[in-house]
């Protein structure tokens, strides 16, 4: 079974700073999806970020952005400008390809923003 | 809007006793999923439904059964077995194209607590 690590239970950033939220997976394969999602304190997951494995370019959504190092397999989520409404818990996730759609999720990092 | 509704939002059960957690979506997805979130473990699945009639068991079926009748519902009865199913559950649902991130949306989640 796949499985996606988050190695920092808990991370703070001053407002305004940027941070950097780190996610290793670990596979076999060579196509696959990655995905960052975000639960804020209401409980509703959003959607954050998403990367396809065959891509080289890193994706950016904005203040979001990846840095994906597909030999390392890792895949860490950067938050420029750090917002208060972005603290919540991030969830790194991975998709097997070949439309195959089960997902593995990490176990999470608590993002507080310190006004 | 289309989107993902979840209902009850609290649901409060008594040992003994089965209880069914509502999804329904209106995105004309294909696929389907429930998962459950307790503090530090992340998303675990409990079943999946790729396509209407048809699903699978996740990682922690134990205890829960579901159907999927109509492609936009996929109820979830948490049966007596089920141990500690004191928990958040969260319904999800994707596309299933080759080749595209299928990304999964989610519902608002529904919290179930065990007397």
């Known amino acids: 079974a796949q499985t996606v690590t988050q190695s920092q239970p808990e991370m703070s950033v001053q407002e305004a700073e940027t941070v950097t939220l780190s996610c290793t997976y670990d596979?076999?394969?060579?196509?696959?999806?990655l995905f960052w999602y975000k639960q804020p304190p209401s409980r509703q997951m959003i959607l954050v970020i998403r990367?396809?494995?065959?891509?080289?370019q890193n994706a950016t959504e904005n203040r979001f952005s990846v840095n994906f190092q597909k030999a390392a397999k890792s895949f860490s989520l950067k938050i420029s400008d750090s917002q208060l409404g972005d603290a919540a818990m991030y969830f790194c996730?991975?998709?097997?390809?070949?439309?195959?759609?089960?997902?593995?999720f990490g176990t999470g990092t608590s993002l507080t923003v310190i006004p | 809007d289309g989107g993902i509704t979840q209902s009850p939002k609290y649901l409060f059960r008594k040992e003994g006793q089965n209880v069914t957690l509502s999804c329904e979506q209106n995105?004309?997805?294909?696929?389907m999923y429930w998962y459950r979130q307790d503090p530090g473990q992340g998303l675990r699945l409990i079943y999946y439904?790729?396509?209407?009639?048809?699903?699978q068991k996740g990682d922690i079926a134990e205890g829960y059964s579901v159907s999927r009748e109509k492609k936009e519902s996929f109820p979830l009865t948490v049966t007596s077995a089920q141990k500690n199913p004191t928990a958040f559950y969260l319904c999800?649902?994707?596309?299933?194209?080759?080749?595209?991130?299928?990304?999964?949306?989610f519902g608002p989640g529904t919290r179930l607590t065990v007397l």
């Open positions: 996730a991975y998709r097997r390809g070949f439309s195959r759609n089960q997902f593995y």
């Open positions: 995105l004309n997805h294909d696929a």
């Open positions: 439904s790729q396509i209407v009639n048809d699903f």
């Open positions: 596979t076999s394969e060579s196509d696959y999806y």
């Open positions: 999800a649902s994707s596309t299933t194209g080759l080749g595209s991130y299928n990304e999964q949306f």
């Open positions: 990367q396809e494995a065959y891509k080289q």
